[in-house]
């Protein structure tokens, strides 16, 4: 049974940065054709943040956070990183790790969550 597990979210002032980490637990990342990153504000629907695919090739990054937050995967440790800087009080919300084994499909595997507050 694979398992997503995010960290590294909390409190951090605008302007701030954080790193927040996913881990995989019974499968390889780089054996996923898709890892992203999710966010979401209570209420409100489930927005991308950033991809990365498994095979290789330039990420992907939300229109909202380019310039700002990068993500990148060490397959030597089975992580994956969204970095965050220059954070803004809208960027406040849970950030969820999700992972396709094909493209174009629905999400296989999603974590629990990490909450990320910025305070203003």
């Known amino acids: 049974q694979v398992h997503l597990v995010e960290s590294g979210g909390g409190l951090v002032q605008a302007g701030g940065s954080l790193r927040l980490s996913c881990a995989a637990s019974?499968?390889?990342?780089?054996?996923?054709?898709?890892v992203s990153w999710f966010r979401q504000v209570s209420g409100k629907g489930r927005e991308f943040v950033a991809s990365?695919?498994?095979?290789?090739?330039?990420?992907a990054v939300a229109e909202s956070a380019k310039g700002r937050f990068a993500i990148s995967r060490d397959n030597a440790m089975n992580l994956v990183y969204l970095q965050m800087n220059s954070l803004k009080p809208e960027d406040t919300a849970v950030y969820y790790c999700?992972?396709?084994?094909?493209?174009?499909?629905?999400?296989?595997?999603w974590g629990q969550g990490t909450q990320v507050t910025v305070s203003s």
């Open positions: 990365i695919r498994g095979g290789g090739g330039s990420p």
């Open positions: 999700a992972a396709a084994t094909k493209l174009g499909f629905p999400y296989d595997d």
């Open positions: 019974g499968r390889a990342f780089s054996s996923y054709a898709m």
